[in-house]
């Protein structure tokens, strides 16, 4: 080292320490590789659902955590910004950088949007998250999202399998359902028509008034723990089981294609993170707070029922009815669908071997003592 190199770099270590000289050459880098970035997320989500909306502000939270308050995103419930029921439409026009939202709200703009949020009669949550995550779902749709809409995303946490819904009457057979004004989210409303229902499309703050003053005669939403929250039960009490529409339903964080792209590549990184430790603690609080939830229902004036058979394979036929003709005219869907189907096929036959016996063994046996 030179006498004059030497002299600088002392000079620099007496005014602050080793540290002071390093951090001269360093700080420019850290700087340009972690920088402040401020977004706004929009959720399809009223606030009161400490789960739906709980999952964006979870991963607000902890992206802040990730990057040393750097990357900061403000998170709105519906109707803050945009409607439940437009928050795609806010992202893919940039006008918020993220979205939390059910992609099967956007079924009328391509039904191949169900499959980031559920296809009818097609996989639970478990089966999902596997077909995503390293069965070639992710792709798929993120290969969708950018080719038509201008966005890129990925699914965080499910519902699990979700309640038939709430009803004012009693469903005997098929032919009650005819005629019914019944409140339905996104893509499952196309099979109820097949089968004479009047579906509606109402977002989840919206419903307990419409079901209140007679609008619509049955609403479906998720399961105990919100609808409880949501107060269905006051206002229709036949309680239907299982949500067929929803074996195990996946909510989509979705982002502007442009923006994201001009995040560095670690705070990329940490949204994807954060998003899939958010839908880990969403499903875990579904699983946690059901049961209780279902208990106190029950006790509130609840008819826990389940769908009659024929209720149950007329809507299977029909959704099977449909899968088919728009196979034949759109070839996202078919592509998705096929590729889905194979995916299930598989995932049932080891299903029946293993979780389902073992299942089906402690629910016959679960109120004796081990």
């Not at 699914?155 to 699990?160: C, D, P, Q, V």
């Not at 057979?173 to 097949?194: C, E, P």
């Not at 299982?242 to 994201?260: C, D, Q, R, S, V």
């Amino acid at each position: 080292m030179s006498q004059v190199t030497r002299r600088k770099f002392m000079k620099a270590a007496g005014a602050g320490g080793l540290g002071a000289a390093a951090a001269t050459v360093a700080a420019p880098a850290i700087a340009q590789s972690a920088p402040e970035i401020r977004w706004r997320l929009t959720a399809s989500w009223p606030k009161s659902l400490d789960t739906l909306y709980g999952n964006p502000e979870y991963l607000a939270k902890r992206v802040a955590e990730i990057t040393d308050n750097k990357f900061q995103i403000q998170v709105f419930a519906a109707g803050e910004i945009v409607p439940g029921l437009q928050v795609l439409d806010a992202v893919q026009a940039g006008t918020v950088e993220a979205g939390h939202t059910a992609l099967y709200y956007y079924f009328g703009k391509d039904p191949t949007f169900t499959f980031g949020t559920d296809l009818p009669f097609g996989l639970n949550s478990r089966m999902k998250n596997a077909w995503f995550m390293h069965g070639g779902g992710q792709q798929l749709m993120d290969e969708f999202l950018r080719t038509k809409y201008n966005c890129t995303g990925f699914i965080s946490g499910s519902t699990n399998c979700q309640m038939g819904g709430w009803f004012r009457k009693e469903i005997n057979s098929m032919n009650d359902m005819k005629g019914l004004k019944f409140r339905i989210g996104g893509f499952a409303g196309l099979i109820m028509q097949r089968v004479g229902v009047v579906p509606q499309q109402i977002a989840g703050g919206d419903i307990y008034p419409a079901l209140e003053k007679g609008t619509i005669d049955a609403a479906e939403w998720v399961g105990p723990y919100d609808d409880e929250k949501l107060g269905f039960v006051k206002v229709a009490k036949y309680y239907y089981y299982p949500g067929w529409w929803e074996p195990g339903a996946t909510p989509h964080y979705i982002f502007n294609l442009g923006k994201w792209n001009e995040l560095p590549k670690s705070y990329q990184a940490a949204l994807l993170a954060a998003g899939q430790e958010s839908g880990v603690w969403m499903t875990a609080k579904y699983d946690q707070g059901n049961p209780p939830a279902l208990k106190r229902l029950v006790a509130s004036g609840a008819v826990l029922k389940a769908f009659p058979q024929d209720v149950m394979d007329g809507c299977y036929k029909a959704a099977t009815e449909l899968y088919t003709e728009l196979s034949a005219k759109n070839e996202w869907f078919k592509k998705m669908y096929d590729h889905l189907v194979a995916f299930r096929s598989d995932q049932y036959l080891w299903w029946q071997v293993a979780d389902y016996t073992m299942d089906s063994y402690l629910i016959r046996y679960r109120n004796q003592r081990a």
